[in-house]
């Protein structure tokens, strides 16, 4: 098995951002960072932001933000065919746009974090919790006599438990 080889010192290397690190990096976008046009986004557009994303992430959906030309930030979530576009805009309402096999299937505008947190949940928190329980059925118990207390035995010392046999 060929395995790739990267060179964390290399010069020219760089770490892959995680979504968060990208968002909150939202902050140190110049005046005019999009072809001369473009203002970062706010303080509290950025919390907003990580606060949607913390949550999908969470629910264990696959993110992805991007900067928006008006200070907005878009944070795309997704599981499998199903897309969850969020643009939070500076004044703190969020549009969600619903997206099946890159189709628009819903959209909702104005909308508070608080909503957009609750949506969240309700779309894939189910999902998720549920493939979770599927995943631990065969390991977790199921009668209280699974649940008996055994005694622990006093460890074995070293002259039961030799590693080496003695020498001839």
């Given at each position: 098995?060929?395995?790739?080889?990267?060179?964390?010192?290399?010069?020219?290397f760089i770490f892959p951002q995680t979504t968060d690190q990208k968002i909150s990096g939202f902050l140190n976008l110049a005046q005019?960072?999009?072809y001369g046009e473009g203002n970062a986004p706010n303080d509290e557009t950025v919390d907003d932001a990580l606060r949607i994303n913390n949550q999908a992430t969470l629910l264990g959906l696959r993110t992805e933000a991007f900067p928006g030309i008006n200070g907005e930030i878009?944070?795309?979530c997704y599981s499998g065919a199903k897309t969850l576009e969020f643009t939070i805009?500076?004044?703190g309402r969020t549009l969600?746009?619903?997206?099946?096999?890159?189709?628009?299937?819903?959209?909702?505008?104005g909308?508070?974090?608080g909503e957009v947190m609750n949506l969240i949940r309700e779309k894939h928190g189910e999902t998720a919790w549920n493939s979770f329980y599927q995943?631990?059925?065969?390991i977790i118990a199921d009668i209280k006599g699974d649940l008996r207390v055994w005694h622990s035995r006093?460890?074995?010392?070293g002259a039961e438990y030799q590693l080496y046999p003695n020498p001839a």
């Open positions: 098995m060929n395995f790739p080889y990267i060179n964390e010192s290399a010069s020219n005019g960072w999009h878009q944070v795309s805009e500076s004044t969600l746009v619903e997206e099946e096999d890159d189709i628009e299937t819903s959209s909702q505008e909308l508070t974090v995943s631990t059925q065969c006093i460890p074995l010392t």
